[in-house]
């Protein structure tokens, strides 16, 4: 996978048939337009109050982004937790299945999938065909996902996308000992107030998230490559407890990591409608 | 089209809380039951009408059982408690006395309460943790003679040992119509599980007779005139884990919304209650043995895998129904179903097939994460097969 293909760069004009994948989450819409030779336009937007509308504007951003009108998607596979809203899709499928397709496509070797979207976390195993053999999901609290990393970086007053760059030196962690987003929030005041230094709670933080995942991944077992999708994979505190905690190298893609589902997605996209 | 004994059934059950009344006025004794190892028979033997309480799927009850029992109790016993407090429901103002037993710490638990705010006459069998244990099975002797000795008092006649072998005699042919009606289900496209769930469910209500008639008609009904053409290429899944109790559909409608076929279940609230149930002899001592040997319940504790009774069924059903997979309902708070509910997964694993928890309880607010787990399984299973 190269950074013009992850661009959509390099597009081809003309009537080529494209397949689209639209991954709708609690948080982001996400689309991934693709062809049969490649991605050729991505786009993510925040999902807001309207699903289906944020939807379709993600689809309509990447189609525009690899220079095509809707006329040319043959077929489109709507997942993510909006996908219900997605009229205009021709199927809708579960972001299990669409990460795991992601998944494999960019790390063949992958095994065992982490994504951490907003306001879930999944662990998906894969059989050597890269089919799913089983998951777990823990999508009923907010601990250890998107959402309890905002509510972090608001306390801590930077951009989400900084919060792991604070946490690359070499202080010691301080352990968050609250699994609520709530109750972690008012631990970590405290310790701010203490005196605690930002990197050392923020690796503990890192660490408290790891050690969630580690939890429900417990449950199907980690075994192969490990491959870490969604937008808490961009943050490198957080790879690096995982790291620690699961024991093993974590693989997080070149191409962004909150878009696997919906490549996901546009290459389901592409078999379904090839039978079409 | 709906099966004409379906209708039947239907019309019966609407009937049934006035044909409760009338049988009262003129003597008749109505005892409400539920508990897995409650002898039915036995009711019915002594000349008076058993009524199995048991629902499922209505949170605005179980909230209002939680006004009286724990809510660390699982759903399904905060409902029981439920329809007592709010005494509106028609079976429940009809019953003389509630037959339960101690085969569930929290049944035993539920039913101590029912008795204790709502002066219901209660008669609870006590029920050995383990039944093969020549002391158990004293116990559990004694406490069925005297369960007779109470019915009795309650029917005021004495149990016939004529009447008691018809009665044997009459539930073994309902477990073996059932048991034929779920072998249809398994091995033809002609009989969803969804009716034979219905007309078991009607049978916790209407009179034993006329549920067996109901039975045979349905019987023959589906061998001669189909009436229900299944889709043969959608993916066929068995349920287990927890009861799923009349009006608890939300994870059925789920299953079946997401185009799968539910193959069959081993449920206490279905199958599992006419498995492995044959009386041994027409007799008190053969009822008592027969339950004593019946498949265990999943609050009786046995640690074993390869020889869990439970396991090696629930494999057989799934074999036999061509079921690709098991969703196994964990209802929140039902701890027994939830004992061995990854021993399960990996002994099915073993034998290649997959399982899926459904962790859920009778609210709204998590049917789309669950409607995602079940479809991601059931894309799971389509491209297994």
């Given at each position: 996978m190269n950074s013009n293909e992850a661009r959509g760069e390099g597009n081809q004009r003309g009537t080529q048939l494209l397949y689209a994948g639209i991954d709708i989450g609690s948080l982001g819409s996400k689309a991934v337009v693709i062809s049969q030779n490649g991605i050729k336009g991505c786009a993510v937007l925040p999902t807001g109050v309207f699903p289906e509308k944020s939807g379709q504007e993600a689809l309509e951003t990447a189609l525009a982004n690899a220079n095509a009108g809707r006329e040319r998607v043959r077929y489109l596979v709507a997942t993510g937790y909006g996908r219900i809203t997605a009229q205009h899709a021709n199927k809708t499928i579960t972001e299990i299945t669409c990460h795991a397709r992601g998944a494999h496509h960019l790390h063949?070797?992958?095994r065992t999938i982490v994504d951490i979207g907003g306001q879930d976390c999944k662990v998906i195993r894969l059989d050597n065909e890269g089919n799913v053999a089983d998951f777990a999901m823990n999508d009923k609290c907010a601990a250890g996902t998107g959402r309890f990393l905002e509510v972090i970086s608001n306390v801590f007053k930077v951009p989400l996308e900084e919060l792991g760059d604070l946490?690359?030196?070499d202080a010691p962690l301080v352990p968050i000992n609250n699994t609520c987003t709530v109750f972690a929030e008012t631990e970590i005041i405290s310790l701010i107030a203490r005196g605690e230094r930002s990197e050392s709670i923020l690796k503990g933080v890192f660490s408290a998230i790891a050690s969630r995942v580690a939890g429900i991944a417990s449950r199907i077992g980690v075994s192969g490559d490990v491959f870490f999708s969604g937008g808490v994979a961009k943050n490198y505190g957080v790879v690096s407890a995982l790291e620690a905690v699961l024991e093993c190298p974590v693989y997080v893609p070149g191409f962004d990591p909150q878009l696997v589902g919906a490549l996901g997605a546009a290459m389901l996209a592409r078999e379904l409608g090839v039978r079409v | 089209m709906v099966l004409q004994a379906i209708e039947k059934m239907r019309a019966a059950l609407a009937w049934r809380p006035e044909e409760l009344a009338s049988a009262r006025a003129s003597g008749r004794k109505v005892i409400g039951w539920t508990g897995y190892n409650v002898p039915e028979e036995l009711i019915y033997a002594c000349g008076m009408i058993p009524v199995r309480i048991s629902r499922g799927g209505s949170s605005r009850l179980a909230e209002m059982g939680a006004n009286y029992i724990s809510t660390q109790n699982c759903f399904f016993l905060r409902q029981c408690v439920g329809p007592f407090a709010e005494d509106v429901d028609p079976y429940i103002k009809q019953i003389d006395a509630l037959v339960t037993d101690t085969t569930c710490l929290q049944s035993h638990r539920m039913s101590s309460l029912v008795e204790h705010y709502f002066q219901v006459n209660l008669l609870q069998l006590g029920m050995p943790k383990d039944p093969q244990r020549p002391e158990a099975r004293r116990y559990f002797a004694h406490e069925v003679r005297f369960l007779v000795a109470r019915l009795e008092k309650i029917a005021g006649r004495e149990l016939d040992t004529a009447r008691l072998a018809e009665t044997l005699e009459l539930y073994q042919n309902i477990r073996e119509a059932v048991r034929e009606l779920y072998r249809r289900v398994w091995t033809t496209s002609t009989l969803s599980w969804r009716t034979v769930n219905e007309m078991v469910h009607a049978g916790y209500l209407l009179d034993r007779v006329v549920y067996l008639g109901l039975l045979q008609e349905l019987l023959q009904e589906s061998k001669e005139d189909p009436g229900e053409k299944l889709p043969s290429q959608s993916v066929r899944v068995l349920l287990a884990g927890s009861p799923m109790a009349p009006g608890d559909n939300k994870l059925i409608e789920i299953v079946e919304k997401s185009g799968a076929v539910i193959a069959g279940d081993l449920l206490w609230s279905g199958f599992a209650q006419f498995t492995?149930?044959?009386?041994?002899?027409?007799?008190l001592q053969g009822l008592i043995d027969s339950y004593l040997d019946r498949l265990p319940h999943a609050a009786l504790p046995f640690m074993e895998v390869v020889t869990d009774r439970k396991l090696i069924k629930l494999l057989d059903v799934v074999r036999q129904s061509g079921a690709r997979g098991v969703i196994y309902y964990s209802l929140r708070f039902c701890d027994p179903f939830s004992f061995k509910m990854l021993v399960t997964k990996d002994y099915l694993k073993l034998a290649g097939v997959p399982l899926m928890e459904a962790q859920t309880d009778f609210g709204e607010m998590d049917i789309e994460t669950l409607r995602t787990r079940v479809e991601a399984f059931l894309e799971m299973l389509a491209i297994r097969s």
């Open positions: 063949p070797a992958t946490a690359k030196g | 492995d149930l044959d009386f041994k002899e027409c007799s």
